[in-house]
């Protein structure tokens, strides 16, 4: 079984699809039973998404602090 550091020092191959079938499976099936994991490598995907998506612009977008700001707001999770 991997472990969370395990976990972490390999979610960037996970997401670009650079582990083997088995270590894949191992890394799919800690993620099944660790919330904070699964947490960790859906921000590192939301991350490398927002770093590509930035990369490919011609032109950064420049909405502004309270436009942000707003747009932060919309995406904090309930409760916080």
Not at 8 to 23: G, K, N, P, Q
Not at 37 to 42: A, E, I, K, L, M
Not at 43 to 70: M, W, Y
């Amino acid at each position: 079984m991997l472990s969370c550091k395990d976990v972490a020092a390999r979610a960037s191959a996970l997401i670009d699809r650079e582990l083997s079938m088995r270590e894949a499976l191992q890394m799919r099936l800690h993620l099944i039973m660790c919330r904070g994991c699964r947490h960790f490598v859906r921000q590192v995907r939301l991350t490398d998404r927002l770093v590509a998506r930035v990369a490919n612009a011609d032109q950064p977008p420049d909405p502004g602090p309270e436009k942000l700001l707003a747009i932060l707001r919309d995406k904090r999770p309930p409760g916080r």
